[in-house]
């Protein structure tokens, strides 16, 4: 839409400093790129070049080359990239892609290719709207490098104990999408970097009251319980009502 886009253009000017200074840290700690540009599927399944401050090494790792989803402790992460990484600085250069209209602000986050092919009829709704910098589930899983961090196979785990609820979250957003919630996510957004657990327990609150079928989300949203292998398919998103 027009006025995010002018929204923004105008962040981009505010920030342009600082993102600036951002890069040229990046630059002077290997001197190449600061940006880098990852394929991600958009709406509709559309490609689109996705901008973040690169945050890991440009030598190669070779038997980590193919891996998409990374942990904590991914061997790749250069120092300055564990910074941006826990700051969410990295995704500041995503206002660009706002600004070209690949991106919104608010929507669920873009995936590679290859595990949209992964996804299930009833997860492929989560490209009937761009992608977005944040949504309830990039708050609720905002350590998911963490939750990776032990994992061998960072991509198997990601879609074992992590995928089922992201898309979950996804889809809830979808279906009950408003301006009103953008401005409340984005709210969540800022608060969880200060008090996280007040952020969580106000996800958790929202989603229960949406439905009833949602109390088990609901209550992963306060990530007090340990996450549990999900084996899932078509059916169990049909099961939440979503």
Known sequence: MLHERILALFFIILISPFLTILCLVIF???????????????????????????SMSKK????????????????RITPIGRFVRKTKLDELPQLFNILFGHMSFVGPRPNVLNEVEKYYEQEK????????????????FADEGTILSKSQDPD?????????????LGLIYIKHKSFMLDVHLIFLTIL???????????ISYKIAKYSDSY??????????????????DNKNFINYKL
Do not use: M
């Open 28 to 54: 002077l700690y290997d001197y190449y790129n600061p940006l880098y540009l990852g394929k991600r599927v958009g709406k509709n399944f559309i490609l689109f070049n996705q901008l973040k401050l690169r």
């Open 60 to 75: 190669k790792i070779t038997y980590l080359e193919h891996v998409t989803s990374s942990s904590d402790n991914d061997p």
């Open 125 to 140: 709704n989560l490209l009937s709207v761009k992608p977005g910098i944040t949504d309830f589930a990039s708050i609720v």
């Open 156 to 168: 198997l785990d990601y879609n074992l104990y992590i995928r089922f609820w992201k898309s979950c």
């Open 192 to 202: 969880n970097f200060f008090n996280r657990e007040k952020a969580l327990h106000l």
């Open 215 to 232: 109390k088990e989300i609901s209550e992963i949203c306060l990530r007090k319980i340990e996450l549990k292998k999900v084996n899932f």
